[in-house]
């Protein structure tokens, strides 16, 4: 089936670094993926959806120049996290639109910030 | 918009018992209605998914769902559940554009030998 791959699956950085993850579609194309936040005991919340060759649309109330997405193909989006702070830490997942197939998710990425 | 309530963030339960996972939505619209799985260190896994027709929808691992519109819930169901059912299982609502997902917050559910 289909497979999105998240990388990496844990980080621990130093507050005021920044941070790449990726997610990668490997046997499809997705035009558009979507960026997941999940603070712990409570919702996945909608981040930002990303669409391939132009600009991300994010959610009301999180930081653009903060969450930086780049979506430059079609099997990769790119979330960096810039400047990075101890209340960053979460958990971060993206998922892929398959059209009528759905949606695919990654397996996360746990951030901690120090 | 549209929100989804899990009530139960941990649900213990003994193997070959029968669980119920509760779910309940909000919304001024109609909706899709999704479940979802995330095992240990995997991604989230569609479980069964409610779009149209019969509102009793099954998964191939035994689980089931039912779509109550006039109490606006979907809970999850299985009769007898196994070690491997251990998982945290999310409850999801989609607008008729799929374009945006809202979650719950997540039950976890710990099947004990």
């Known amino acids: 089936g289909a497979v999105v791959s998240q990388h990496p699956s844990r980080v621990i950085c130093k507050s005021g670094t920044s941070v790449k993850i990726e997610c990668r579609s490997l046997?499809?194309?997705?035009?558009?993926m979507f960026w997941y936040r999940q603070f712990p005991k409570q919702s996945l919340m909608l981040m930002a959806t990303s669409n391939e060759g132009s600009k991300a649309t994010y959610e009301q109330g999180v930081e653009k120049d903060k969450f930086l997405i780049n979506h430059a193909s079609l099997t990769l989006s790119t979330l960096t996290v810039t400047s990075a702070h101890p209340e960053d830490s979460s958990f971060y997942i993206c998922s892929a639109n398959r059209g009528l197939y759905g949606y695919t998710f990654g397996s996360g990425t746990r951030l901690t910030v120090v | 918009a549209q929100s989804v309530t899990q009530l139960d963030s941990q649900v213990p339960v003994f193997e070959e018992a029968p669980v119920e996972l509760r779910c309940n939505y909000s919304?001024?619209?109609?909706?899709?209605l999704f479940w979802y799985v995330q095992y240990p260190n995997q991604g989230l896994q569609l479980l069964l998914k409610y779009l149209s027709g019969s509102t009793l929808v099954k998964s191939i691992n035994g689980f089931e769902a039912e779509f109550n519109k006039s109490q606006t819930s979907f809970h999850l169901r299985k009769p007898s559940v196994h070690i491997s059912d251990t998982a945290e299982y999310f409850c999801a609502v989609s607008g008729r554009d799929f374009n945006k997902f809202y979650f719950g917050s997540g039950t976890k559910l710990n099947v004990k030998p």
């Open positions: 919304s001024s619209v109609s909706v899709y």
């Open positions: 046997d499809f194309q997705a035009t558009t």
